[in-house]
């Protein structure tokens, strides 16, 4: 007799699985870092990689900045010059010619007050000398005449040792010669074009964008060129009433060299904040070696006196309506730049800053949609250009 096989029992069911979404289930405090944290992360991304690749046509690309800094300064010029009936490429011609001629005659004449300036103050600079050597000799150090002429041999024993790396430097400090002057000669030629076409540059550059982003490009561009020259205008005034205060503050004090101090004023001033540092210490500095304690504290009374004005009186009722840059954006912007690209850093910072400010207000604040088509055909598509309203009547 066959056992009987024993009745299978089902098999119990399984539990059903629940998914949980592990992304509801996170606070909502964490989810928005998160989004905020991926798309920050990606705009420094992109932002170093864009820098890095400047920073490897640095010898393009700040010519060209410079170039544009130059027609935003000389553009009222050739629209003056157009509204006398000068065609355009002479009143181009007469800009630029006139900027260059301007420039090497103050070179020259500052290149030769500094040459007479120089030979008088040799000689107060071996009496300077005499005079440290006295002091070393009869001060509290009580150096002989053989230790100090010792010390002299080892310092020039120290340079024949290093002559290796002083001639690398004079050979890099020609290379860079070589390219400063290649820069100057592209900058001036990109010059010509920034105030001849620059319209059409302008045109040509946002119709490479899409046909339903040009309205906004334009206007934001539009926008951040005003503001750049706006800057360009209002600091070559500021720089201007710094070095005519300075420069005559020195000459009424008898400091030499009074017309360079006030030419290295001028160029140093376009360098927002650190610029009036550095060329007000070497004008109390100057003051200090040719006339003395009493004569540097009165120049140093001069350069404070400037500087407050600029910075309470022209900085705040000028420059900041211009630009509309609060003073602690203008100094990390400086610093930011001479850390990342030195003194072109430094020059091109507040202008850059000042650009994307504008810029990014006009994109908030979809101004584009208020403003009237500028060719009148309806659909606000085709680009505008930087021309003024004036200029384009003409």
């Not at 870092?33 to 990689?49: H, P, S």
């Not at 050979?171 to 100057?184: M, R």
Request: net charge neutral; glycine share 10%; aromatic share 8%.
């Amino acid at each position: 007799m066959e056992p009987q096989a024993r009745p299978e029992h089902p098999a119990a069911p399984r539990p059903p699985v629940v998914r949980r979404d592990v992304v509801a289930e996170m606070p909502y405090g964490i989810r928005v870092a998160a989004e905020w944290a991926w798309r920050l992360g990606a705009i420094l991304l992109v932002g170093g990689a864009l820098v890095w690749l400047l920073s490897r046509v640095s010898f393009l690309l700040i010519p060209l900045m410079v170039a544009a800094l130059l027609a935003g300064l000389l553009r009222p010029f050739v629209q003056w010059l157009r509204a006398r009936k000068v065609p355009r490429g002479l009143a181009v011609a007469i800009a630029e010619l006139g900027m260059i001629s301007v420039v090497l005659g103050a070179l020259a004449l500052v290149g030769r007050q500094l040459a007479v300036g120089f030979s008088e103050l040799w000689d107060e600079a071996l009496t300077g000398i005499q005079q440290v050597q006295r002091w070393l000799s009869d001060g509290p150090l009580h150096l002989t005449a053989d230790q100090i002429d010792k010390y002299v041999q080892d310092a020039t024993k120290a340079l024949q040792s290093n002559s290796d790396s002083i001639l690398t430097g004079a050979l890099s400090f020609g290379s860079t010669a070589g390219h400063f002057a290649a820069g100057t000669l592209l900058a001036l030629f990109s010059l010509i074009f920034f105030l001849l076409e620059g319209e059409r540059i302008w045109a040509f550059l946002v119709r490479l964008m899409p046909r339903r982003a040009r309205p906004a490009v334009d206007g934001a561009g539009r926008k951040g060129w005003a503001s750049m020259v706006s800057y360009v205008r209002i600091q070559f005034l500021v720089a201007a009433v710094d070095a005519l205060g300075i420069g005559v503050g020195a000459a009424l004090l008898g400091v030499p060299l009074a017309l360079p101090l006030g030419v290295l004023v001028l160029l140093g001033s376009f360098i927002p904040v650190v610029g009036a540092l550095v060329t007000g210490a070497v004008a109390v500095l100057l003051a200090l070696v040719s006339n003395g304690w009493v004569n540097a504290l009165l120049m140093l009374g001069v350069v404070l006196i400037v500087q407050q004005a600029e910075g309470h009186l022209l900085q705040p009722l000028v420059m900041g309506r211009a630009v509309r840059l609060h003073p602690v954006a203008v100094i990390f912007a400086v610093a930011a730049g001479s850390y990342l690209a030195g003194i072109p850093g430094a020059l091109f910072a507040v202008p850059l800053l000042a650009v994307a400010n504008s810029a990014t207000r006009y994109i908030a604040a979809r101004g584009w949609e208020h403003e009237p088509d500028p060719h009148g055909d309806g659909d606000g598509l085709e680009p505008a250009t930087l021309a003024t309203p004036k200029e384009t009547e003409q």
